[in-house]
């Protein structure tokens, strides 16, 4: 029983079997997990989201060194890459950020690559964000490409949200089109050094502007970076540790936990009655059900209602 | 009864009613569905797809006209936009449609914007579809924007898939990255007259010529084309009718529609399977369950154990 112990001590390989477990669904990842559950320390999550090629992952180096040297004895990044289901490409981005900051034993860093399961991508970077955090990890950086429906759903994990645009990745209808905006705590426009940057911060003060948000609510920062050189940085950092302040005065950050807790209740229940129910089925029912919805025999729906009304009677 | 009858005699109203239904979880849109769904046709699922800005909207009403000019009699546009779960998103780019294709009684225009759940936007999606082609649509565009695990899982919906990008949109780098590109059938850079054109149909042989496929398989062609002219739409289009007639010949149509019935099940089980269980719950208890994850005393899987646990025992 001591894995559990030598993750919260901040044994990396600990941590990296206790990932692996729940990775594959093996229940004494669950274990490790239940007995770390309670102990769990107040782990700041930030979001950081944006377009490809806005510079984010830098970025995110960037603000986990800063957090280093500010204190942070562990900080994680979790890169989530719904966009690859087929190829490696979180392994590409993987190996750019290796040269950065591997070596530094309070870094720990984690790729997800989507393996086409609906939504199972969501629930798989919840699940490993709570052991992270259940392990001592005071800050993780959740680092989603895109502002698609996993990107949102990713967000919403986050305590704190930074979208992260470039100059001329779009012009001002797109901006405000990009639901993700309305999502952002923070917005920042990197590679401010290129043509394009003023009009890009004005283009987000106006896409802001037509945001209504009550009284007293947390007002979204637009802050300019360079992510290459490192300009800018502390400027996002301390807008970021403000942002985890309001969250506690403001009593916003327990309804986000309790909207955490909630749907991540939901994907559970969801994936483990869908297994479960799957496991229990005869052998070749699922596919003579599927072949009935091939031959145009059942819709989806019938079918399904099928099957489950069968196990009810078994 | 008449319903099914009026829905596939090509009355509007009836099928906006049929979909409502649908939408709502009304038992009788699922009736209607079942009624039509054996006489269901070979509708033909174009999935169009690529980054905002790409200029996608236009060349799919440029596409739309096409098809009406060229022995169409019934064609519909399902434009999903999962980027927007909060703000009326989709509802802009419709009333732009609506200004080009309204009033053409063939055409039948659904914007989806996501209500938030995950993986429910292409569950509502795919029915959607499947009740536009059982209502005897012909070919049936399903435009979504980006490049995130929502719009992959959507282009798998097709039956051709369509990726487009424009000039300036990116770097090499990210052409390959993009799985996206990976599920494309066809490749088109649209706003062909912009600078840098012929550099991205670079890029896309580039990329393309880096992915292994077997032999005697599609070869995707890259097409340039601009919209807003409708340059380029009928050398596109007879790219479409031609990976028809491939997907008919070679047998791959039938495998792809073979893997579409297998995960249209999955999702109608998790679906049913998660409805029907959050309604037997009993009053407060998914709450107290909720609670108990929030106070940390239990983690989200060991809660969702707890509430199956309880269900069966009952």
């Not at 490993?128 to 955090?133: P, Q």
């Not at 945001?211 to 637009?222: D, F, T, Y």
């Not at 969250?247 to 986000?256: K, P, Q, W």
Request: charged share 25%.
């Amino acid at each position: 029983m001591g894995l559990a112990e030598d993750v919260r001590a901040g044994d990396r390989l600990a941590l990296a079997r206790l990932l692996s477990w729940l990775e594959e669904g093996d229940p004494r990842g669950e274990g490790v997990l239940t007995e770390l559950y309670p102990q769990t320390g107040l782990g700041h999550r930030v979001g950081v989201t944006g377009p490809p090629g806005s510079g984010k992952s830098t970025l995110v180096n960037q603000a986990v060194r800063w957090c280093r040297q500010h204190g942070s004895e562990r900080v994680a990044v979790v890169a989530v890459d719904p966009s690859s289901p087929f190829s490696g490409g979180a392994i590409l981005g993987d190996r750019i950020r290796m040269r950065d900051l591997s070596g530094d034993p309070g870094v720990f860093i984690r790729s997800m690559a989507s393996r086409g399961e609906l939504g199972g991508l969501a629930r798989r970077t919840a699940v490993f964000v709570e052991a992270l955090i259940a392990g001592g990890y005071e800050r993780i950086f959740i680092e989603t490409v895109g502002a698609g429906q996993a990107e949102v759903d990713i967000a919403r994990m986050a305590d704190t949200t930074v979208v992260v645009e470039a100059p001329g990745m779009g012009d001002e209808i797109q901006a405000i089109k990009a639901g993700i905006l309305e999502i952002a705590d923070i917005l920042v426009v990197n590679k401010a050094d290129l043509p394009g940057a003023q009009a890009a911060v004005q283009a987000l003060h106006y896409s802001l502007g037509l945001a209504k948000r009550p009284a007293g609510a947390w007002s979204p920062p637009i802050l300019t970076t360079i992510a290459e050189t490192g300009e800018g940085v502390e400027a996002l950092m301390e807008a970021v540790n403000r942002h985890q302040d309001y969250l506690l005065s403001s009593g916003e950050g327990e309804s986000r936990e309790l909207a955490r807790a909630s749907s991540r209740l939901e994907a559970e229940l969801r994936h483990t009655l869908t297994e479960t129910f799957q496991r229990t089925l005869a052998d070749g029912r699922f596919e003579a059900a599927v072949q009935a919805v091939f031959e145009r025999r059942m819709t989806p729906a019938q079918a399904a209602a099928d099957l489950i009304g069968e196990r009810a009677e078994a």
